[in-house]
């Protein structure tokens, strides 16, 4: 599995599942969704996990989990691809996951997994009784494709006679629910007379990312805790309680994240136009040093290579030493060499190598697109990814990508961590570990049983004013 390429189309292809009323399926990715899972079923699942990944991708995820067969898996992928299945159904807007579904039927996939994860949707789902009233008929299509026409029919005479617990009603249906009483209720819903123009819910009931909220004004400091006390540490704030302060948001920042077993080389910009000026001085830089204490915390090893020479030597700092060193010690001064810097970055052997700058290159601009294109024809097999610090969500970046060659990603906000950690370990071996360990861990945080919580929340750090 193509672990960066599948990452970047969940994140970026917004092409909706489409019924048409003939029962024709629209999928126009089928293939790509369809090796992946044939090459990692557990990976690609926990794949559609990932902060960032796009409603209708994970719908299809739901749909090619659910609609392959498990024969040949072990009990624990199988108790995974459950749960995951679980999250996505509940973690999506209702309509994109009931698309999922109905697809089922026109696929004839008729697993024991498919009638457990439908049966669970119709009757389980949290706001299944809105849900019944607007789309009955289509809730009812998927019960009785999960357990057959014949059984789900029966099941509701039954109940509709007053069966509460026969052994028929439980081999049939009570089985595959875990609270009957409410199963036997809805049932009854399900197979009774509709309201004419009820409204479905469009939300859904466990979202599988923070709605975080985009302030209005955008300031050094409401760009997450981490980079807002870097910010005044810059500006010469009181270094006694500010450092503290500091180490405590990324321990919390970092707080139940997996450690990537490998060496990951960082290229840090701190030229002067990383500091800026104005209103807007020390907002970028902050923003890329917070990264920088992140992947400290997270990293096995990290080697961080700095692009000022005020001091004509080059700045190399090892993992203990990132820790340790006081925070707001970088110069932002000089000039951004960002080639020669990737040279030396490579020169460490690291699994991976990620260059963080605002995009401005003014020593031989275009020496990094050169250097870059370079590497493969070299022999230069270590994955090299570009990370992008940006005052806002909105800054105009069209002159500012100095190797349009490099897989690239902007942040602004230490929410994006939460993205963009997955992003950057994905190009590496290790980091395909990572992501799985870091999505199983989302699952146990409580994900799968409507619980917030998870990846996202602990890189949240203090939320969008």
């Not at 659910?66 to 624990?76: H, K, N, P, V």
């Not at 807002?228 to 704030?237: F, K, N, P, S």
């Amino acid at each position: 599995m193509d672990t960066p390429t599948l990452l970047q189309h969940f994140r970026t292809h917004d092409a909706p599942l489409v019924l048409s009323r003939g029962g024709d399926l629209a999928w126009d990715d089928a293939e790509l969704h369809r090796s992946a899972r044939l090459s990692d079923p557990e990976g690609y699942a926990l794949l559609a996990l990932v902060p960032g990944v796009l409603p209708w991708q994970r719908a299809r995820v739901l749909l090619g989990t659910l609609a392959a067969s498990q024969d040949g898996l072990d009990e624990r992928t199988r108790a995974t691809l459950a749960k995951v299945t679980r999250a996505l159904m509940f973690g999506l807007p209702p309509a994109y996951a009931l698309t999922a579904l109905l697809a089922l039927r026109r696929l004839r996939a008729n697993h024991k997994h498919v009638t457990r994860a439908v049966v669970g949707f119709v009757l389980e789902h949290p706001e299944a009784d809105a849900l019944i009233e607007a789309r009955r008929p289509a809730l009812v299509d998927c019960f009785e494709h999960a357990l057959g026409k014949a059984t789900a029919r029966g099941c509701a005479r039954l109940i509709a006679e007053g069966d509460t617990g026969s052994g028929r009603l439980r081999r049939s249906l009570l089985r595959f629910t875990s609270d009957p009483a409410t199963a036997i209720r809805r049932v009854r819903e399900l197979y009774a007379p509709g309201t004419y123009g009820a409204v479905a819910p469009q939300e859904p009931p466990v979202p599988l990312d923070q709605a975080g909220e985009r302030p209005p004004i955008v300031t050094p400091t409401n760009r997450g805790d981490i980079a807002a006390t870097l910010v005044h540490l810059y500006r010469g704030g009181p270094a006694a309680e500010l450092r503290p302060a500091l180490a405590g948001y990324v321990a919390e920042a970092t707080r139940g994240l997996p450690r990537l077993a490998g060496h990951v080389a960082v290229v840090l910009d701190t030229s002067g136009s990383m500091r800026g000026y104005g209103e807007r001085e020390w907002a970028v830089m902050s923003q890329a040093v917070a990264l920088k204490l992140v992947l400290a915390e997270v990293c096995e090893r990290l080697t961080v290579m700095e692009t000022a020479e005020v001091r004509e030597r080059l700045q190399v700092v090892e993992t203990a030493e990132v820790r340790e060193r006081l925070p707001g010690d970088e110069t932002a001064e000089g000039a951004t060499d960002l080639a020669t810097r990737l040279l030396d970055a490579l020169d460490t052997r690291p699994d991976l190598v990620v260059i963080v700058t605002d995009g401005y290159e003014n020593v031989l601009p275009g020496d990094l697109a050169r250097v870059a294109a370079t590497l493969p024809r070299a022999g230069v097999t270590t994955p090299v990814v570009l990370c992008q610090a940006t005052f806002s969500a909105g800054d105009d970046l069209t002159l500012r990508d100095p190797a349009p060659q490099l897989p690239r990603q902007p942040f602004w906000h230490q929410d994006d961590f939460a993205g963009l950690l997955p992003w950057l370990f994905g190009h590496c071996a290790p980091g395909r570990d990572w992501i799985r360990t870091a999505m199983l861990s989302r699952l146990e945080d409580g994900l799968e049983d409507g619980l917030e919580g998870g990846l996202e929340g602990r890189l949240e750090g203090g939320g969008r004013a």
